[in-house]
């Protein structure tokens, strides 16, 4: 069975707040967490292999409910929101019963994937990045619905992906095409609906 690579930003699981800031089509915390739960483990495997591009929880609580329901090995780059979380995301690795088996913290904060696709990950969006003239993407999260994908700069953050990880392999040999779309999810429609 093939791995597949995923990428989304900035959940918030059990983050009530972040419904009315950002928007969020949800009533309360328990059914946004329910929803976004449901939607990637509709998508993502075992074997899959997540990249989360920061801000994945509010509270110590909701990381140990969370994580363990989640499917696929997770690679965190951490955003501003988890700076206070990797201490404890360090001493939960290291517990007997470790809740986190799951997750990676990424000790950068601008990751280098090559691997399905070449692209520059960071919680936060570059105006410019290493490759960026040879057609090399840069995901990034943190502004939410505030800023657009723009070139090869895709904002990944889950109000902008239907709470829902992206497959990076739809994306490959069609990265030059990224550029041409406003909202990612338009270009792996017209990717799926060229592959019937």
Known sequence: MSKNYWIIADSHWGHSNIINLCDR???DVKMMNDYMLMRWN?????????????????????????????????HLILGN?????????????????????NLIIEERDIV????????????YPLLSWNGAAHGVLHFAGHTHEKCK????????????????????NTLIGYEQQVKDYYNILDLIKAI???NG
């Open 42 to 74: 509709q998508v993502v495997k075992e074997r899959d292999i997540v990249y989360h591009l920061g801000d994945m929880f509010w509270t110590e609580k909701t990381a140990l409910e969370i994580l363990p329901k989640l499917k696929g090995e997770i």
């Open 25 to 27: 089509p949800f009533h």
């Open 81 to 101: 929101h988890d700076r206070n979380w990797k201490r404890v995301y360090n001493r939960l690795q290291r517990s007997p019963l470790n809740p986190l088996s």
């Open 192 to 194: 799926q609906e060229k």
């Open 149 to 168: 994908s723009e070139g090869q700069r895709v904002n990944i953050c889950v109000e902008n992906i239907d709470y829902t990880p992206i497959n990076l």
């Open 112 to 123: 280098t994937i090559s691997e399905p696709i070449k692209a520059i990950l960071c919680h």
